[in-house]
């Protein structure tokens, strides 16, 4: 098991916990409605990480988790998510660690080519 230098208390708490000191310290920085996304994605993120120390969180769990939740839930929702593990990562001072391994999804796993828009330039086709 690779375990990132924990230097700090907050690094060594479970993600739950470490979560929700953190998302507190956000309270009055946030709207209320962010505060409610947050602590959705917080929860789905539990599932997954919720006991797990976060200097032991690796890369490779985290693009796991990720490959695991498109099979559920969109790019946008998975990136949501996953930025939101981040943010916890850098309060614990562990994300420059992970940051080179990770990039984010397209927003669209669509790859069907998009129809060429056609637009009409004085009486003449223009393709885009």
Not at 10 to 37: C, H, K, M, V, Y
Not at 49 to 55: A, H
């Amino acid at each position: 098991m690779v375990m990132h230098e924990a230097t700090t208390p907050f690094s060594r708490l479970p993600f739950a916990q470490a979560a929700n000191i953190w998302l507190e310290s956000r309270g009055a920085e946030i709207s209320g409605i962010t505060f409610i996304d947050y602590a959705k994605w917080l929860k789905i993120l539990n599932r997954t990480f919720g006991s797990r120390p976060l200097c032991e969180i690796t890369i490779g769990e985290i693009l796991a988790y990720r490959q695991e939740r498109l099979k559920n839930a969109g790019p946008i929702s998975v990136n949501h998510e996953c930025g939101l593990l981040a943010q916890v990562l850098i309060r614990a001072g562990l994300w420059g660690e992970i940051e080179p391994g990770y990039k984010p999804l397209r927003k669209s796993t669509n790859t069907k080519p998009r129809p060429r828009l056609i637009l009409l330039q004085g009486g003449k086709k223009f393709q885009s």
